[in-house]
């Protein structure tokens, strides 16, 4: 996500993921089962079903290989002949009827599983704190939001359909090996609980290979995210061959770790067919010596040994299956653990919602405090009176953004209280508590998506006529028309179709479009040429027009009209008045006002002789 501007604010970091020893199987498995298995209950009982009909199915074609030998070529008797293949028949029919049903409601449960789990870790993502946002990179979440729930569904889908139809089919096959011999069974199952015990150590395996290939994915996504931003950059200093070099790096050593998942995986197969083949041949040697004894039909043998061929396919399902489960809850580990960060800031049921008066703005010995113990404020008071401008000035790094930050809660003040109209701004509705607010930054965001949505983003619900008035009221409306498709042009990633000054006055039309009554600048000049800031200026000049303002500024030139100024230096206020006193007084805004040479412009003075139509204080 994007960055804070000064290390100091990136100190307040995202809680960590868990560390330590992996989440036991259980527990995954247990959660799993009652956050998305039991939502699809009635669906799982439809499917488990048809998985049972599949089962017993399975072990019916096994069974009518006995009469098939016996009673067709032994006893040669006519009836059987159209009676064993119409049964035959019969039950392959309903088998794969059922197959094919169970198949169709376990693929919309996985799908279901991808989809509400995606929604929810989006938005999880949406109610978190800026300060864990900002420490979590893009490209790790886009690869848990992508690959990790594709990996969780394939858990999840897995496991029902092995431990339903798979094993269930073993159980009916053994059902039918033990019905024809079942001194013979007891021989021949011995493969199953050695499988399942290299089973155990390969899914152990499984598991932590998965898990460091999925962490790779992560560090490869996001390594990808930031190059392909930064390929300008990459470019201009000749860094291509060095980024395809650590692009190849990440990208080898996340393939030694899928391999590893592979190899683990590829080994089941094998493990269970030898097994199935020493169960074979004792199954043969044990079954020829009852054979010479007359102990056991021809048809008996054969129904035993094919119900036992036909249990090593769902064996090594099963086999298969514990491979991708465990691969599964290395994935769920890692979705829990985004899930499960709780944000510090949150909308608390029942709080009221905050009402304007005029949009006054205190701060009343305010600090901030970061986790690892970096002040960031320290006893910060200050009044912005309702319809007036406060400017926040200081060297970088001094505490201006963390000031704005606090003001719509995107931080939690540690100490002092800012409050809006008196009541304080940690005692009311986020939801109302934003609504009262618009936000012009130094990047104005914007999305790939048409000029009038992006105008619109604030106020879904309004007019194309009041996007085009909040547009002229930007200075926008003439360059707008002058694009392709006018207010329809789609702007590109992040504007990227735009110039720097087009894309801020689509945000302050945003901006005037949201009709708010406290609005917050955040440097929304400083990147600008000379010229698209005057404009820019001047379309912010008639934003803030009756408007409780509250601007940060690098260039003092900017902040000359401002009805206060703050100087803020290390987390304190050293200075506070207009700026011809501040300069007159010879103090701290003094000497930075000098040191950039700054004249009197004056480019905040161009203020339109009307409020912005429709502008309502509460």
Request: a neutral charge; charged letters at 20%; one cysteine or more.
């Amino acid at each position: 996500m994007s960055q804070s501007k000064h290390p100091r604010e990136r100190a307040s970091a995202a809680p960590a993921l868990p560390k330590g020893g992996p989440t036991p199987s259980g527990t995954l498995i247990w959660r799993l089962v009652r956050e998305y298995v039991r939502p699809q209950a009635w669906r799982l009982v439809v499917a488990g079903l048809c998985m049972a009909i599949v089962a017993a199915t399975t072990g019916a074609l096994a069974w009518l290989l006995q009469p098939a030998v016996d009673k067709i070529f032994i006893d040669r008797d006519p009836m059987m002949l159209w009676l064993v293949p119409a049964g035959v028949i019969a039950v392959t029919v309903v088998k794969s009827l059922a197959d094919y049903a169970q198949s169709m409601v376990m693929a919309f449960v996985g799908q279901r599983i991808i989809a509400d789990t995606q929604v929810r870790l989006f938005g999880h993502m949406m109610r978190a704190d800026l300060a864990w946002l900002n420490n979590s990179h893009t490209g790790k979440l886009m690869a848990s939001f992508l690959y990790d729930v594709q990996l969780l569904r394939e858990s999840v889908s897995r496991a029902i359909t092995g431990m339903a139809k798979d094993f269930l089919s073993v159980v009916f096959l053994a059902g039918v090996m033990f019905w024809q011999n079942w001194q013979l069974g007891l021989v021949s199952v011995f493969v199953f609980p050695v499988a399942g015990m290299a089973m155990r150590r390969l899914g152990k395996r499984m598991r932590k290979a998965s898990g460091l290939a999925q962490a790779e994915t992560g560090t490869l996504s996001a390594l990808l995210n930031e190059r392909l931003a930064g390929a300008r950059l990459v470019k201009a200093y000749g860094m291509e061959a060095t980024e395809t070099e650590r692009v190849r790096v990440s990208i080898d050593r996340r393939l030694g770790h899928i391999m590893k998942t592979v190899a683990t995986r590829s080994a089941a197969s094998p493990i269970t067919d030898a097994l199935g083949g020493i169960a074979i041949a004792t199954t043969i040697l044990y079954a020829g010596n009852a054979a010479r004894a007359d102990a056991m039909s021809l048809g008996a043998f054969t129904s035993f040994l094919g119900a036992m061929l036909m249990a090593y396919q769902p064996l090594k399902s099963l086999a298969n299956m514990n491979a991708a489960v465990q691969e599964g809850l290395a994935a769920a580990e890692r979705v829990f653990a985004t899930l499960d960060v709780e944000p510090a800031i949150r909308d608390e049921p029942g709080r009221p919602a905050l009402k304007i008066a005029g949009g006054e703005i205190a701060f009343d010995n305010v600090r901030m405090v970061y986790p690892d113990g970096t002040v960031a404020l320290d006893g910060v008071s200050f009044i912005v009176p309702a319809g007036q401008t406060l400017a926040l000035v200081g060297p970088s790094g001094g505490g201006k953004t963390t000031s704005l930050n606090l003001i719509p809660r995107f931080w939690e003040a540690t100490g002092g209280k800012v409050t809006i109209d008196g009541q304080s701004v940690s005692s009311v509705s986020l939801d109302s508590l934003r609504s009262h607010m618009a936000l012009v930054a130094q990047d104005a965001t914007l999305f790939d998506d048409t000029v009038a949505s992006n105008i619109a983003y604030g106020r879904p619900d309004a007019s194309r006529a009041e996007i085009e008035a909040a547009a002229r009221d930007a200075a926008a409306d003439d360059f707008i028309r002058d694009l392709p498709e006018g207010y329809d042009s789609v702007v590109g990633e992040n504007g990227v179709k735009l110039s720097g000054g087009q894309r801020q006055r689509i945000a302050i039309a945003r901006a005037m479009l949201r009709n708010a009554p406290i609005l917050l600048l955040d440097e929304a000049t400083s990147a600008l040429d000379t010229e698209s800031e005057a404009r820019v200026q001047t379309a912010l000049a008639r934003l803030m027009k009756g408007r409780t303002t509250v601007l940060i500024a690098h260039r003092l030139s900017t902040v000359v009209d401002a009805d206060r100024i703050v100087v803020i230096e290390h987390g304190r206020v050293v200075e506070t008045g207009r700026h011809a006193e501040l300069v007159a007084s010879g103090g701290a805004y003094a000497r930075l006002y000098a040191q950039q040479g700054a004249s009197e412009p004056a480019v905040l003075t161009a203020v339109p002789d009307r409020v912005p139509a429709g502008f309502a204080a509460g």
